[in-house]
Structures are given as C-alpha cells and as structure tokens.
C-alpha cells in the first residue's frame, strides 16, 4: 500500500510562484508514475501533469504548460510541482497521485492540498 502527503499549498498572488511536493512510502517509489491532479469549488477533478516512474516522459494539461513543471526525485521518494506565473484560475485543491501504469487513471491519491490565488 502506498502512502502520498502533499505539502507546500497556500496563498499566493497572482503571477507568482509555488512549489507543491508529494512524499511516497509504502512501495518502491520508482515503481510508478505519479501525478498532479486538482479540484476547484464547483468542478470536477481534473488532470494537471504526469511523469513516467523514471522521469524521461511528461504530460502536461493544455492550461499549464509553460507554467507548471512536474519533476521526480526517486532517491528521496518525492514528486514535485512547481508552479509559475500563478493565475487565479489555478486556484483549487491539488492532489498528488500515482499510477502503476503511465497515462492510466490513478490507483492511489494524497489527501489534497489547498492553493489559491489572489487577483
């Protein structure tokens, strides 16, 4: 079983920066692709970047690229999402998730971290 913690969520204004962090334990951590993912008020979840479990492929949802990039440190268990150029459209709540296959929905998620940007 595994076992993902966000971190790194919060306030920010609008043209800055964030960088979100997901922590794994449970499995070999670069056994799987993760993911970011996020939810705003009224919306369904949607998919925001995915990187392999050995980090040589990237996807990136139309609305974040050239703003967000997904990275993966697999000696220390973490996923990183960092974020630029913040708009308050990206205000939401964010989940990391992983995936026994690339581009095949999650099987597990993080409990969600909170980002919102002021206009």
């Known amino acids: 079983q595994v076992q993902l913690v966000e971190s790194g969520g919060g306030l920010v204004q609008a043209g800055g920066s964030l960088r979100l962090s997901c922590a794994a334990s449970?499995?070999?951590?670069?056994?799987?692709?993760m993911g970011w993912f996020r939810q705003a008020p009224g919306k369904e979840r949607e998919f925001v970047a995915r990187i392999s479990s050995s980090g040589d492929r990237t996807d990136y949802a139309d609305s974040v690229k050239g703003r967000f990039t997904i990275s993966r440190h697999n000696a220390n268990n973490t996923a990183v999402l960092q974020m630029n150029n913040l708009q308050s459209e990206d205000t939401a709540v964010y989940y990391c998730a992983g995936s026994y296959v690339f581009r095949r929905g999650p099987d597990f998620w993080g409990q969600g971290s909170q980002v919102t940007v002021s206009s």
């Open positions: 449970g499995r070999t951590f670069s056994s799987y692709s």
